[in-house]
């Protein structure tokens, strides 16, 4: 069984069995069950993570208080 945990602002967690290809159809090699795949786009070590989307300020997803004020009404609050 394979598993994919999304990490807020972070990389793609895959546990399992599984197999990474390039776009070419090559096998990646890994040495662990358990990887963390880059989706910030700027990783040194594509497809893995390497931590960069710390220093770049990778969101996946808006902040609450972002998302609090456009749910607001002019004139609200």
């Known amino acids: ?5 999304p990490c807020a602002d972070g990389p793609l967690i895959v546990r399992g069995d599984f197999e990474i290809l390039t776009p070419e159809g ?8 358990t ?3 880059c989706r910030c786009g700027v990783s040194m070590i594509k497809p ?7 220093v770049t300020g990778f969101r996946t997803e808006p902040s609450a208080q972002i998302e609090d004020q456009a749910a607001r009404q002019p004139g609200e609050g």
Do not use: N, S, Y
């Open 1 to 5: 069984m394979v598993q994919i945990v």
């Open 26 to 33: 090559e096998p990646v090699p890994r040495r662990r069950q």
């Open 35 to 37: 990887v963390a795949l």
């Open 48 to 54: 893995f993570c390497d931590g960069t989307h710390k």
